[in-house]
């Protein structure tokens, strides 16, 4: 088994950015999904099946990134704040 702990920073940090950064998309893209879906009156089973998925996303991403180290965790939440931002300036963009 590798141990990703005595990996470079200079390579594990950027991966976990990027994985951040991917991870979370995807979660605010189901969670936008699921406000779209809650209010033009779609399928409750979908909306549940994007709740679980985007939280079990989320926390299977976090939880590979507490195993390799606490800086790793720091990039992955810095990722996922960065597609937060990206996504809420996407939709500012489109209401403009």
Do not use: H
Request: proline share 2%.
């Amino acid at each position: 088994m590798i141990d990703l702990t005595t990996t470079s920073l200079s390579v594990l940090l950027p991966v976990c950015f990027l994985g951040g950064l991917f991870i979370g998309y995807g979660y605010f893209r189901a969670l936008r999904e699921t406000a779209n879906l809650i209010v033009n009156g779609g399928e409750p089973l979908k909306a549940i099946t994007l709740t679980l998925g985007r939280i079990s996303l989320l926390a299977m991403g976090f939880f590979i990134a507490v195993l390799m180290g606490g800086l790793a965790l720091l990039a992955a939440f810095a990722g996922v704040l960065c597609a937060k931002w990206i996504m809420l300036r996407k939709v500012r963009e489109v209401q403009t």
